[in-house]
């Protein structure tokens, strides 16, 4: 005997039962239970449905309020830095106007600090719709992390200037697997943060530690410090410190995304005696075998 | 004043114009191509001492483009990219490219790169067996390193890692040109090994190893001995 099945207004299966014997028929009992069987199975399944179809459509709505989120908030964060760049440009073109040559410098200046600041907005959103697109495609090496704070250092050497920075590296720091352009940008977002947010003078102070199997890299600086209750919410998209002059608030999203992504955790603090302390941790798991002794010499 | 030749091959306007203004204004003179097919021609024909080439033209895979050029001429070859190209750059470095520039990139950097591209033309002299750079002074004669005229002892491998360093003064070398250069072609994919010789070199040869002057990192790329 078959039995359809009907959720809402259409089938959505069939129930067939067999009878051993083939001299056996269905009482109107059986009948009646298997009718309702039918029937159960049919609103499970519609009740299914029904929340798929839901939750679908609210991750819908979510993803078009965050594209709406985030093409505003892009609109606006670049158009501040642009808006500099062409009110720097066009005073510079303005033929009868007398610029002594330091204004002219800082005019330049402006130029070229807010062309800096846009890459670096792009290259956020870049890794930030990478990350939201397909997970995060982590291209893992095992590396020592000194090397890529170095890199980080050098990169942004110009922008730190002649400001202190104290860094305190254990010679016996092991080697970690992780991908070198990812944890860089990580460094780079948390460096830029000390450095837009503190007096430039104002030293940063970089540490990393061994501790329960993870490595702790910390960046420290000694400026305002974060505000109670800030510390979980600035990692949340568009949540920017109350401080001046931070940028699209994507930073710290992208810091958490991208060490999640490499089994770590990244946390907030403010420090004893004033400043923030940005920490993160990177799993210090064993290499693979006959990987850890290089070869080549005695 | 003539710095030397450059063949431009690159096919944005906006950044043709800044870049002919930079070149131009710093005495060298200039050949400029719009598309790999001409920059080809004009290489074979005007013979540059140097070679900027981006690597996202509309003619042609700018690998390609290196694959030929290195066919038959071994002119320095400065390629430029955008920054999402990374696995082009060391493909195109492991072909031959003698340097790299990521968009967007200062006149400064440009012209160091172009400078160290130059020097490599006329060739390091032989009596000039003495090289510096911050505090290290190196005797490639006598193979001795001196930190502050100080000797260092370095191990043999640690000392071909910063002979073929010094022999690319100013220039990245991949990990697997490293490799193969000082452990030999079996282990161009060993990068642990070279990670725990260069933090060795940097511990004996840099006062803040951890941000190093000279033994220069270039993430997912290779190393650089900045001039």
């Known amino acids: ?298 | 004043m003539d710095n030397g030749l450059i063949l431009l091959i690159e096919d944005e306007p906006q950044m043709l114009r800044f870049l002919r203004i930079t070149i131009k204004g710093h005495h060298y003179r200039l050949i400029e191509a719009e598309t790999a097919k001409d920059g080809l021609v004009q290489a074979a024909m005007r013979n540059p001492d140097v070679i900027l080439l981006d690597l996202g033209l509309p003619d042609m895979d700018g690998i390609e483009v290196i694959r030929q050029l290195r066919s038959w001429c071994d002119t320095a070859v400065i390629v430029i990219s955008a920054r999402e190209q990374d696995e082009d750059k060391i493909r195109a470095l492991d072909m031959g490219a003698d340097d790299y520039l990521t968009k967007p990139f200062s006149a400064g950097e440009l012209l160091a790169r172009i400078r160290v591209a130059m020097r490599r033309k006329t060739p390091m002299q032989q009596a000039d067996h003495i090289f510096t750079v911050c505090d290290m002074k190196v005797n490639l004669a006598t193979r001795q390193v001196f930190i502050n005229d100080v000797e260092t002892h370095l191990t043999p491998i640690e000392y071909s890692l910063l002979t073929v360093l010094i022999k690319n003064a100013g220039k990245v070398v991949t990990h697997s040109q490293l490799l193969k250069e000082v452990w030999g072609a079996n282990y161009a994919n060993q990068t642990q090994y070279l990670r725990v010789y260069m933090a060795q070199l940097r511990r004996k040869l840099e006062s803040t190893p951890a941000r190093p002057k000279f033994l220069i990192n270039e993430p997912a790329i290779g190393y650089r001995l900045k001039l």
């Open chain 1, 1 to 298: 005997m078959y039995l359809p099945i009907v959720a809402g207004t259409k089938a959505v299966g069939v129930l067939g039962v067999a009878i051993e014997s083939e001299n056996d028929f269905f009482d109107l009992g059986q009948i009646h239970l298997l009718e309702s069987i039918a029937n159960q199975t049919a609103v499970a399944i519609e009740r299914i449905t029904l929340s798929m179809e839901a939750q679908q459509a609210l991750l819908k709505a979510e993803t078009e309020t965050l594209r709406n989120t985030l093409l505003s908030s892009i609109s606006h964060d670049l158009r501040t830095p642009l808006a500099a760049i062409t009110g720097s440009a066009t005073t510079l073109l303005e033929k009868d106007l007398a610029l002594n040559s330091d204004e002219k410098h800082e005019l330049l200046l402006t130029i070229y600090e807010e062309a800096e600041h846009l890459n670096q907005i792009i290259r956020n959103i870049l890794n930030m719709t990478r990350i939201e697109a397909d997970g995060i495609t982590v291209k893992k090496q095992w590396q020592y992390i000194d090397e890529i704070v170095g890199a980080a250092l050098n990169r942004l050497s110009e922008r730190l200037g002649d400001r202190p920075v104290e860094m305190s590296f254990p010679e016996a720091l092991p080697m970690l697997s992780f991908d070198p352009l990812l944890i860089e940008q990580v460094l780079m977002n948390l460096l830029d943060n000390a450095i837009k947010y503190t007096p430039h003078d104002s030293p940063i102070s970089l540490t990393a530690a061994v501790k329960d199997g993870y490595v702790v890299v910390g960046v420290k600086d000694r400026g305002p410090g974060l505000a109670d209750g800030e510390e979980l919410r600035i990692f949340d998209k568009f949540v920017r410190s109350t401080s001046k002059g931070g940028g699209i608030g994507l930073g710290l999203t992208i810091c958490r995304a991208i060490v999640t992504a490499h089994g770590g955790q990244i946390w907030a603090e403010n420090r004893q005696g004033g400043g923030a302390a940005f920490s993160f941790t990177l799993p210090a798991l064993e290499q693979s075998n006959g990987e850890v002794q290089p070869v080549g010499e005695q």
